[in-house]
């Protein structure tokens, strides 16, 4: 079209008048449009409302207190979660919302607890309603009002959790947060690749200009400084100045030869061999132990030492939808819903009732429910978020990833 | 050397203005004026304010006056530095790509000009995080990455996470934003003058750079500070294409912010941020704009 019939048809165009089915036509495209949009994929994937066969030992399950006590609460149509990314199992969201009538399930995800934090220091009240904090930032949660007190007359089924994960300095009467499960970072191996007796964060650190480019580390400040503090031997949740410093100096050194700091894709990049070693937790590579093509995957706890870590359900202040959140916290822990979540995320539960539903093969496995002896070995996690100096140091161990 | 139409100017004389049409003017102005107030002085005056302050308890800002986060920001320059290295590549990498492909669609395409056109605009409409997540594949140890590390026989070849994965993913994220404004200038340029250039007897190349170069000079000013600006901003294709490695201001910004909650120093690190920027662009209009005879900085 040369540029005097472009003017002409422009023209034309200025002078006919809008008729009825030309603006009809157009506003329906535009609003089609925008609805495509809005339905497309967002930072926030809600989960399906079209309900479709839930696994079969969770559908109608009328397991103990399937529902809460009180009848005449009526549950919202609507839940919002801000979670650790994959942490709940979808299968079990679906149930949830078919059994209680919540028609929008949100699911919101943080990469780590500082990020989870700084979004509520930021100002997210009445943003969500439930979150699964690490145990260790929910004293700090609760001191600057971001959690509420739990609404235990509503979530009967917190009775099912064993007692050893009850009364803990991060909650000693149990008032604002429920367990979830709990857990171990560790070192990950493809002993395909890596044929060294890995047994300890010290060989982890002197073997890493070996296999520079492939290991990958999550991005968590309070696991990443498990592998350098035990590996001298120290206290991971140390704040001695000498003591961390020591510390910045093993983590310097690793920080070249890290391929990426990555809490949601590791398993993948372990998977498809981009990192044969890694500084992670359990889940996504225990399950690429049953696949014959990547059966040589190894998580081990190394033996100088590493973190205990829990991972607790809160109740956020302000919530807008409560009584779905006390629904959905006694739903997902009646007994089957809990073990298939274990089975699905691969991390230990917190009450033995769900044992009985969990494969003997997963209770047998000493990388998901440690056995107690290695677990008396272990260390807690402490709040370490006011210690400015270990931020410090991951600032610049973060900065230095694969660099120099 | 080729003037513009608008080349000589004249001092503008301006009737004098009533009292009515002072007010109307001023309402008129209030609506922009108040959102730039609101939504861009006051933000960026709590920015500089908190860049003074000290560390909250738990992180967060508490009041307080004290220059050490300057002082902190100014230790570490290298993020500013890989900054403007990468944001200068990047920009050259758009024009290079932009021009060719701008003045095909504006004088070659013909018919499928508005074709051309929405095929660009298009992508606009998918999230530009799933467009970049996208790129994971295509550039991963199972598409090109994988390819080239077979074909050349190193199993450990890998391009995300390299600065050429960034450079990928930045010119793919911003060619569009470079292409537009020349495509315009092209449009609106005189083909008349090319023509005549050619019986004058000037070659191809003495035409375009004499002749059409200049004419749409604006225009890549233009492109060229709407591809740097946010560039330099940049964080996601550096945090996802990159890995991490590839440590830009605004992965240390959100890693401030966002991790170790210190937002003075993040504030700070911001400010100094602006002020490169603003020296940036100042330079490069006065730079681009010398040649020109005209007193007006034309910035499209």
């Known amino acids: ?404 | 050397m080729a003037t513009t139409s608008e080349a000589v100017p004249v001092r503008p004389t301006r009737p004098p203005r009533s009292f009515r049409s002072g007010a109307l003017t001023t309402l008129l102005v209030l609506p922009a004026s108040l959102w730039y107030l609101i939504l861009l002085v006051l933000p960026l005056a709590i920015v500089v304010v908190m860049s003074f302050g000290l560390q909250g308890k738990f992180g967060g800002y508490a009041p307080g006056f004290t220059l050490d986060n300057y002082a902190s920001a100014f230790e570490r320059l290298t993020p500013f530095t890989t900054s403007l290295i990468l944001a200068f590549a990047g920009t050259i990498l758009c024009l290079l790509a932009a021009l060719p492909m701008a003045y095909f669609i504006a004088t070659r395409a013909g018919s499928r000009k508005s074709l051309f056109i929405v095929l660009l605009v298009v992508p606009f409409w998918t999230s530009f995080l799933i467009r970049t997540y996208a790129w994971l594949t295509i550039l991963g140890p199972d598409g090109l990455g994988g390819f080239i590390g077979d074909a050349i026989g190193d199993s450990s070849f890998r391009i995300l996470g390299t600065p050429w994965a960034v450079l990928i993913g930045v010119v793919y994220g911003y060619l569009p934003l470079m292409i537009f404004p020349i495509y315009v200038t092209l449009e609106r340029m005189d083909r008349t003058l090319v023509e005549a250039s050619k019986d004058l007897g000037a070659g191809r190349w003495s035409t375009f750079r004499q002749i059409t170069l200049p004419i749409i000079l604006p225009g890549l000013i233009t492109g060229s500070i709407l591809v740097f600006i946010p560039l330099m901003g940049e964080y996601v294709i550096p945090a996802i294409l990159g890995y991490g490695r590839v440590f830009l201001v605004g992965n240390q910004l959100v890693l401030q912010f966002l991790e170790s909650r210190n937002w003075p120093e993040g504030a700070a690190r911001a400010v100094v941020l602006i002020l490169i920027m603003l020296v940036s662009i100042i330079f490069y209009l006065w730079f681009a704009n010398r040649g020109r005879k005209t007193r007006e900085v034309s910035v499209i």
């Not at chain 1, 044929?195 to 990958?216: H, M, N, R, S």
């Not at chain 1, 107690?372 to 973060?398: C, M, P, T």
């Open chain 1, 1 to 404: 079209m040369t540029d005097q019939d472009l003017d002409q048809t422009i023209r034309r165009m200025a002078q006919t008048p809008l008729s009825r089915r030309g603006f009809l036509w157009a506003s329906g495209l535009s609003a089609s449009a925008a609805f495509l949009a809005a339905c497309g994929p967002g930072a926030s994937s809600s989960a399906s409302t079209a309900p479709s066969a839930a696994a079969p030992s969770t559908e109608g399950s009328e397991a103990p207190s399937a529902s809460p006590s009180a009848e005449a609460v009526v549950v919202e149509k609507e839940l919002l979660m801000y979670n650790w990314g994959d942490y709940v199992d979808p299968d079990n969201m679906k149930a949830f919302q078919e059994q209680f009538g919540v028609e929008k399930f949100t699911y919101d995800t943080f990469a780590s607890n500082d990020e989870m934090m700084a979004k509520f220091q930021g100002g997210a009240k009445g943003q969500w309603d439930i979150s699964a904090p690490t145990a260790n930032f929910v004293p700090a949660m609760r001191d600057q009002g971001f959690i509420q007190k739990l609404d235990l007359p509503h979530v009967p089924n917190a009775s099912l959790i064993d007692s050893a994960f009850k009364k803990q300095w991060w909650d000693p009467t149990d008032e604002w947060q429920l367990p979830k499960d709990w857990g171990t970072t560790g070192i990950t191996l493809r002993t395909k690749v890596v044929k060294e007796d890995v047994k300890t964060w010290k060989q982890f650190f002197e073997l890493a200009p070996k296999y520079t480019g492939k290991i990958v580390v999550v991005d968590s400040p309070d696991d990443v400084f498990v592998a350098p503090l035990k590996a001298l031997g120290y206290s991971l949740n140390s704040a001695d100045p000498k003591e961390l410093e020591e510390a910045r100096g093993l983590l310097m050194g690793l920080a070249p030869h890290v391929l990426a700091l990555d809490s949601d894709q590791y398993n993948t990049k372990i998977a498809t061999e981009e990192a044969v070693m890694g500084l992670t937790w359990t889940g996504g590579i225990l399950e690429l132990r049953d696949d014959p093509k990547t059966a040589d995957t190894v998580y081990l706890i190394p033996e100088d030492g590493t973190v205990f870590w829990m991972d607790t359900w809160v109740v956020l202040a302000d919530a807008p939808h409560p009584n779905a959140a006390n629904a959905f916290l006694n739903f997902i822990l009646t007994p089957e819903v809990q073990a298939k979540e274990t089975m699905t995320n691969q991390y230990a539960t917190c009450s033995s009732a769900a044992k009985a539903f969990i494969d003997p093969k997963m209770l047998a496995d000493p990388a998901i429910f440690v056995p107690d002896d290695v677990l008396a070995k272990l260390e807690g996690q402490k709040d370490n978020s006011g210690i400015k100096q270990r931020a410090e140091i991951y600032e610049e161990f973060k900065s230095k990833i694969g660099q120099g």
